[in-house]
T-cell receptor, first 113, second 117 residues
């Protein structure tokens, strides 16, 4: 079965600090990978996606993620956290030949002033 | 227009009520989805429509009845719900058929917050 693993449930960083949210995937075929963000009481917004065109993917709001096949990882980073980044972040995968989207359990990002 | 809209934003209903959730998109997408999301959990897929035909039903109880009147609209009819059905119901859409290769990223609406009393 195809899946993603997001370790931990909560990450807290200071404003201006590096944000690193981890995601590991398991897939028997080259996957399509996504990061979604969900602000309180809202739907999911696509931050970025990996489609095999480039291993380093830049998204919205200053986020980026790097696909590392050898580590089966797709970690999300942002050089400098902003208070408005506080939200729930979901890593998700679509296996190569199936469009069913599978989510990780999500991780809550808190940003301290 | 790159938006998926959902109405109503909030819905409170009793266990004997019949209500409907509505979802609309004008991006020309031909796949539409219903998800259920409990607090602090990822969305769970309920139904997928591809080219207005139901293609996936994730063993959802019959008290949830989806309908796709046309390529832009998706409804979820609710009847005799239970309190445990209280959740955020999300609609999403994407291009193309469900089971083709290629990236069909899903665009999500803001959701309907459903409370069943």
């Amino acid at each position: 079965a195809q899946s993603v693993t997001q370790l931990g449930s909560h990450v807290s960083v200071s404003e201006g600090a590096l944000v690193l949210l981890r995601c590991n995937y398991s897939s028997s075929v080259p996957p399509y990978l996504f990061w979604y963000v969900q602000y309180p009481n809202q739907g999911l917004q696509l931050l970025l996606k990996y489609t095999s065109a480039a291993t380093l993917v830049k998204g919205i709001n200053g986020f980026e993620a790097e696909f590392k096949k050898s580590e089966t990882s797709f970690h999300l980073t942002k050089p400098s956290a902003h208070m408005s980044d506080a939200a729930e972040y979901f890593c998700a995968v679509i296996p190569g030949a199936n469009s069913k989207l599978t989510f990780g359990k999500g991780i809550t990002l808190s940003v301290r002033p | 227009d790159t938006e998926v809209t959902q109405t109503p934003k909030h819905l409170v209903m009793g266990m004997t009520n019949k209500k409907s959730l509505k979802c609309e998109q004008h991006m020309g997408h031909r796949a539409m989805y219903w998800y259920k999301q409990k607090a602090k959990k990822p969305p769970e897929l309920m139904f997928v429509y591809s080219y207005e035909k139901l293609s996936i039903n994730e063993s959802v109880p019959s008290r949830f009845s989806p309908e796709c009147p046309n390529s832009s609209l998706l409804n979820l009819h609710l009847h005799a719900l239970q309190p445990e059905d209280s959740a955020l119901y999300l609609c999403a859409s994407s291009q193309g058929r469900v089971r083709t290769s290629g990236v069909n990223e899903q665009f999500f609406g803001p959701g309907t917050r459903l409370t069943v009393l």
